[in-house]
T-cell receptor, first 117, second 115 residues
Framework: AQKITQTQPGMFVQEKEAVTLDCTYDTSDQSYGLFWYKQPSSGEMIFLIYQGSYDEQNATEGRYSLNFQKARKSANLVISASQLGDSAMYFCAMREGPPGGYQKVTFGTGTKLQVIP | DAGITQSPRHKVTETGTPVTLRCHQTENHRYMYWYRQDPGHGLRLIHYSYGVKDTDKGEVSDGYSVSRSKTEDFLLTLESATSSQTSVYFC??????????????FGPGTRLTVL
């Protein structure tokens, strides 16, 4: 089974609207972490946001928030007030095991987001 | 931003030639990783290092070797490049000096083409 599943290969959103990028995960570990990265067309991988499995509140970083639903094993990224610069590939990733130490991280296949003016 | 550089940024080589990619960090992070990125596969771990001279294999390590003689440098070597190794290679680091963090920070990537 896929450890990280991103079911939306591509999405469009109107500028200034909110958009949700889906991510489901599969793990039997009790302690794990979930990440989202952005990869613009220039190619670099930019860390956006992190959620730990024991964190009770959803993580937020500026216009990014992570909608963490533990029972459903989902970790969707919500981008509010989309901007043209948000057009990029977005990768969901999961660290299995407790924080610190070696980080075995599994990445999804990504969602390409295009923001329309 | 974490201080991570990769060299070269672009390389074209021929099948059968050796290739070495370099990752250099200025952050004194303990852990370093090499990934490859291919369409439809996301990022896949090739090798990682948990300290000087301490390395281990990832999920796609065949055909690759690594070395780490200093904290700041992590080298990836393709002993005899093949066309299937045409990819974008990313280095990543994690683990701040004096503590641990959860996040991997990535270098700018190296685009390798094997003809």
């Amino acid at each position: 089974a896929q450890k990280i599943t991103q079911t939306q290969p591509g999405m469009f959103v109107q500028e200034k609207e909110a958009v949700t990028l889906d991510c489901t995960y599969d793990t039997s570990d009790q302690s794990y972490g979930l990440f989202w990265y952005k990869q613009p067309s220039s190619g670099e991988m930019i860390f956006l946001i992190y959620q730990g499995s024991y964190d009770e509140q959803n993580a937020t970083e500026g216009r990014y928030s992570l909608n963490f639903q533990k029972a459903r094993k989902s970790a969707n990224l919500v981008i509010s007030a989309s901007q043209l610069g948000d057009s990029a590939m977005y990768f969901c990733a999961m660290r299995e095991g407790p924080p610190g130490g070696y980080q075995k991280v599994t990445f999804g296949t990504g969602t390409k987001l295009q923001v329309i003016p | 931003d974490a201080g991570i550089t990769q060299s070269p940024r672009h390389k074209v080589t021929e099948t059968g030639t050796p290739v070495t990619l370099r990752c250099h960090q200025t952050e004194n992070h303990r852990y370093m990783y090499w990934y490859r990125q291919d369409p439809g596969h996301g990022l896949r771990l090739i090798h990682y290092s948990y300290g000087v001279k301490d390395t281990d294999k990832g999920e796609v390590s065949d055909g690759y070797s690594v070395s780490r003689s200093k904290t700041e440098d992590f080298l990836l070597t393709l002993e005899s490049a093949t066309s299937s190794q045409t990819s974008v290679y990313f280095c990543a680091i994690s683990g701040v000096a004096g503590g641990e963090t959860d996040t991997q920070y990535f270098g700018p990537g190296t685009r390798l083409t094997v003809l």
